[in-house]
Nanobody, 124 residues
Framework: QVQLVESGGGSVQAGGSLRLSCVASGYTYGRHCMGWFRQAPGKEREGVAAIDSDGSRSYADSVKGRFTISSDSAMSIVYLQMNSLKLEDTAAYYC??????????????????WGQGTQVTVSS
């Protein structure tokens, strides 16, 4: 059974940093894509970043230069380092896995499994 467990969320002041972790278990895929998404109240879930099993990475324009996605060699743990946090980064953050390469990494519908989420709150 595939399990994704996020951690590392919390409250931080604007300009601060947090590192989210996603521990993945229960699957042994070849090519696959791990993504981070976020959803603020009243808004749609949006793609934040993704990492392909070939090592390529993708980012939403809103987080480029501030967030970094990384993983261990087996992609069993995926991280999202978030720096220079802004008020608009406040959301529940989710990790997800797609049993394919990151062809539409920003599309929630393409992902097969999801974690339960971790809350990030940025205050002024």
């Amino acid at each position: 059974q595939v399990q994704l467990v996020e951690s590392g969320g919390g409250s931080v002041q604007a300009g601060g940093s947090l590192r989210l972790s996603c521990v993945a278990s229960g699957y042994t895929y070849g090519r696959h894509c791990m993504g981070w998404f976020r959803q603020a109240p009243g808004k749609e879930r949006e793609g934040v970043a993704a990492i392909d099993s070939d090592g390529s990475r993708s980012y939403a324009d809103s987080v480029k230069g501030r967030f970094t996605i990384s993983s261990d060699s087996a992609m069993s743990i995926v991280y999202l380092q978030m720096n220079s946090l802004k008020l608009e980064d406040t959301a529940a953050y989710y990790c997800a896995v797609e049993r394919n390469w990151c062809k539409r990494w920003w599309a929630p519908a393409d992902y097969n499994y999801w974690g339960q989420g971790t809350q990030v709150t940025v205050s002024s």
